[in-house]
């Protein structure tokens, strides 16, 4: 499984950016697509995922400013950010796993490159 994460830059607070995940290889049936999130510094945190029934779950923190979305056709994930905050700063890396939505990074086998999302204040 190989994934594409695209969609990263440089926002001002209030600003939203669209981030995408495109995966291609030997996908398993009813995977799970989910983002998470590495500051500098910081330990890589759980943002998002998505079943392939579009079941979602979010970090409380994005919970009515992130949202997550899937093309099935295109095995591809989408995070759209809203009203970003400095805090947001991180860079920001799509992964997938099998059937069960999971926050824990440790949870996911196979991850993208990661693409920076940097907040200006």
């Known amino acids: 499984v190989q994934l594409q994460a695209s969609g990263g830059g440089l926002v001002q607070a209030g600003g939203s950016l669209r981030l995408s995940c495109a995966a291609s290889g030997r996908l398993f049936s009813n995977y799970v697509m989910g983002w998470f999130r590495q500051a500098p510094g910081k330990e890589r945190e759980f943002v998002a995922g998505i079943n392939d029934r579009d079941g979602t779950n979010y970090a409380s923190s994005v919970k009515g400013r992130f949202t997550i979305s899937r093309d099935n056709g295109k095995n591809t994930v989408y995070l759209q950010m809203n009203s970003l905050k400095p805090e947001d700063t991180a860079v920001y890396y799509c992964?997938?796993?099998?059937?069960?939505?999971?926050?824990?990074?440790?949870?996911?086998?196979?991850w993208g490159q990661g693409t920076l999302v940097t907040v200006s204040s």
């Open positions: 992964a997938v796993r099998g059937t069960v939505l999971g926050t824990s990074p440790s949870g996911y086998p196979y």
